[in-house]
């Protein structure tokens, strides 16, 4: 805006219209610069506008009038007041902005915590990556708890974005976080999430309309105990990969399950979880759709399994996912255009030492 009226004022002075008086006009320019700019804007505004003055009282033969050395001082006063407004302005909305962000960020880590490098027979490790630009958190959802029953693992991805997904995100977890201490059934686990999120639906207005339509969240809650196997139950989830001896196979589930959300649709669910050889060395990655479904130029999808079997065995699972996301930023060219999350879990032969107080304490 300052710079149209800027230009405005120009094409009067220069054409036969220049009878009419534009010393408010060019005055207001870098006042509305300070509004609307930061400092390098409104200097520049000013600038503009002494330029065109100039200009114009050259072109207009107007040197020497009181209405020209009036017009420069209203101008020069305009500039200076409108310079320290855009400073202060600026100042005020860095300190608001940087609120904010400390406020979002210490949500999102309420939310999506990062989980313990250690955890009962496995060394672990997350990595979540939203799509929109200045959040951590997205649609998808990641969280690792060592229980009585064993290490317990979920991974998930709520349909959608914005609030809504955020918001089914947190009723997921906080379910989830509740239950791993207290059922005994891994399928139980996955059946107090479902009622949490049919819960948080019920609510009146708690999503817009198109969410409550098509919503639902894609799941995959894993267990690692004492015995050399990982216990899965995967609703609609992509499913897990497990590195064995350099290799990583995909632990398809026997038939597949409708996600949480979409129950209704099937009364044949599944009452146990499977269980694949999960053995001392191996290394399991759960992940979410937008780890396999990121695309190149040229439209081809990343190839996971590739990756992982590329990254050197001896990484620790922060290393691991460090170099996978830098695989995954050269594929895209750091274009995602979905959340990414994932878990990598690496079986140990014994589990961790328990705590124990000193004798001087």
Request: hydrophobic letters at 45%; aromatic letters at 6%; one cysteine or more.
């Amino acid at each position: 805006m300052p710079f149209l009226l800027a230009l405005a004022v120009l094409v009067i002075e220069l054409t036969p219209a220049h009878f009419i008086y534009t010393g408010p006009l060019l005055t207001a320019v870098p006042a509305l610069a300070a509004v609307t700019m930061g400092p390098k804007g409104t200097t520049a505004a000013a600038a503009l506008a002494l330029a065109i003055s100039v200009t114009t009282a050259t072109y207009n033969q107007a040197w020497g009038t009181l209405q020209v050395y009036t017009n420069f001082l209203a101008l020069s006063l305009v500039s200076v007041a409108g310079l320290i407004t855009s400073r202060a302005v600026q100042a005020r909305r860095q300190r608001e902005l940087d609120q904010v962000r400390r406020i979002a960020v210490a949500a999102q880590e309420v939310v999506l915590r990062s989980i313990p490098a250690r955890l009962g027979p496995v060394s672990a490790g997350s990595l979540c990556l939203a799509a929109e630009e200045g959040t951590r958190v997205g649609g998808d959802l990641y969280e690792a708890v060592q229980t009585r029953y064993g290490v317990r693992l979920i991974v998930g991805d709520v349909r959608g974005k914005g609030l809504s997904a955020i918001r089914a995100v947190a009723v997921t977890l906080g379910a989830f976080r509740e239950a791993v201490h207290y059922e005994d059934e891994l399928v139980e686990v996955m059946n107090r999430c479902a009622a949490a999120l049919q819960r948080e639906v019920a609510v009146p207005g708690a999503y817009e309309p198109e969410v409550l339509l098509e919503g639902f969240t894609t799941a995959l809650i894993a267990q690692v105990s004492d015995e050399h196997v990982v216990q899965l139950i995967n609703r609609g989830h992509p499913p897990p990969l497990l590195l064995h001896q350099g290799r990583a196979k995909p632990l398809m589930p026997s038939s597949p399950l409708p996600p949480l959300g979409l129950e209704d649709l099937t009364s044949d669910l599944q009452d146990k979880p499977e269980s694949y050889p999960y053995t001392t060395g191996d290394r399991l990655l759960m992940y979410t759709d937008g780890v396999i479904e990121a695309r190149n130029r040229d439209g081809d999808f990343f190839a996971l399994p590739e990756a992982m079997e590329e990254i050197r065995a001896d990484t620790t699972p922060s290393q691991f996912l460090e170099q996978l996301h830098q695989a995954l930023v050269r594929h895209t060219e750091g274009d995602l255009t979905d959340d990414v999350a994932m878990i990598v879990a690496d079986r140990h032969a014994e589990q961790e030492p328990p705590f124990r107080r000193s004798d001087t304490e």
